[in-house]
């Protein structure tokens, strides 16, 4: 039986050429299998043009319960939905037909990866750090995307069959592309990797670990968010994240960017203090209207769980930061012994009292030793 779309309200406001789209794309949707409730909350929430490439991005038709896939799959409904919430996902109603054959592929595909050794709490914690990743690269991909795609003078209906289309033809290869970046990301981290005689001896890897941090932020950006634009500003926080990215290069690892801030990490402290004082100098370069960076470096014992890093150096690197002056590069004493003399130069800036940390930090600001300096 056909819709009477007027009479459920998802014509109204519309008239001549825009109501004529609608109504061409709530056809074409309906006769796709889309349901009346499903089309009415994408209309309320403006996303008619977008429904179809969600059903690609799914992997088809919803066509199991939750405890359909947990039979099918022989994982426990309980693990199930605990990995779910941590992938972001809703945990649906037990009767809802909700699931596509493609949650049912990764839901087999995590079995294995139990049947290889994988702990629960191993899989929901990798899960866990991939969803919070994967947000940040499905964001890039919806901007993007719309971008790319949108035209002007665009209708409903002629976005949404181009929307459609372009995610058939795209989708496919996204996958290998992320598979291939995952590669070389664990490569990374396997070069850098040791298994010392005491780990072998327990069976276990060590807690924490010896290493340096950096912390460098944007002077003046919460000023320049007053005078500017949010595009603009924008534009300058990532311009930052490229910068950061172009300095760190292995050993050094850029762990992570927080608008105007970035983190570094790596248990060379001297490839680590040449990429911090490259990034102080890169902004320069960047000409007056970039804001200068100061940079906090810090060396010491940290644990480093799911991607990030948590001990006394990672808050010491950012407490070092924040005293740090524009266009400089503020150490702690760990970090000039182990980096050295042979290429650096140092400056005595005194012993503070770092707020939230015990005892008074030696600090020092720390230079490139050019030739032609004056000892």
Same mark, same amino acid.
């Given at each position: ?6 009479? %459920?309200?998802?014509? *109204?406001?519309?008239?001549? =050429?825009? @109501? ?10 309906? !006769?796709?299998?889309?349901?009346? +409730? ?6 309320? #929430? ?42 972001? &996902? ?14 049912? #592929? ?21 899960? $866990?750090? &991939?969803?919070?990743? &994967? ?7 919806? @901007? ?8 002007? /003078?665009?209708?409903?209906? !002629?976005?949404?069959? $181009?929307?459609? #289309? ?37 069976? $276990? ?32 926080? *990532?311009?930052?994240? %490229? ?16 608008? +105007? ?22 902004? #320069? ?22 991607? +990030?890093?948590?001990?006394? =150096?990672?808050?010491?690197?950012? @407490? ?24 650096? $130069?140092?400056?005595?800036? /005194? ?25």
């Amino acid at each position: 039986m056909a819709i009477d779309f007027e009479k %459920e309200g998802l014509l *109204e406001g519309l008239d001549g =050429p825009a @109501r004529e789209a609608r109504l061409k794309l709530l056809e074409g949707l309906a !006769s796709d299998g889309f349901d009346l +409730d499903e089309l009415k909350r994408a209309a309320g #929430e403006g996303r008619l043009a977008f429904v179809a490439v969600e059903r690609v991005l799914a992997g088809g038709d919803d066509c199991y319960t939750p405890g359909e896939i947990a039979e099918r799959s022989g994982l426990e409904q309980d693990f199930l939905e605990h990995l779910w919430r941590a992938l972001g &996902m809703a945990v649906r109603d037990p009767s809802e037909t909700a699931f596509t054959q493609a949650d049912l #592929e990764a839901a087999e595909r995590v079995r294995a990866l139990r049947e290889a050794g994988l702990s629960e709490e191993a899989i929901v914690e990798i899960g $866990r750090v &991939m969803s919070r990743g &994967m947000f940040a690269v499905a964001s890039a991909i919806r @901007r993007v995307f719309a971008e790319t795609y949108l035209r002007a /003078g665009d209708d409903e209906q !002629s976005l949404a069959l $181009r929307y459609a #289309e372009a995610s058939r033809e795209l989708t496919p290869l996204l996958g290998p592309v992320l598979e291939h970046i995952l590669g070389v990301q664990q490569r990374s981290l396997i070069r850098q990797a040791a298994v010392d005689s005491a780990a072998l001896a327990s069976g $276990r890897l060590p807690q924490g670990q010896e290493t340096s941090f950096c912390f460098a932020d944007l002077v003046g950006f919460t000023k320049l968010g007053e005078n500017v634009d949010s595009a603009a500003l924008g534009g300058v926080a *990532e311009r930052l994240e %490229e910068i950061a990215v172009e300095v760190a290069d292995p050993p050094v690892r850029l762990i992570k960017t927080i608008g +105007d801030a970035a983190m570094l990490e790596s248990a060379d402290t001297e490839a680590l203090l040449d990429a911090a004082l490259t990034l102080v100098s890169r902004a #320069e370069e960047e000409g007056e209207d970039f804001p200068q960076i100061r940079a906090g470096v810090a060396r010491g014992e940290a644990l480093e769980r799911s991607g +990030d890093w948590f001990g006394r =150096p990672v808050n010491l690197a950012s @407490r070092i930061t924040d005293i740090a002056r524009p266009g400089t590069v503020l150490a702690d004493a760990p970090t000039k012994e182990a980096a050295g003399d042979d290429a650096y $130069r140092y400056s005595f800036a /005194g012993k503070r009292r770092i707020k939230g940390l015990h005892g008074e930090v030696e600090l020092h600001r720390v230079r490139r030793d050019e030739p032609g300096d004056e000892t």
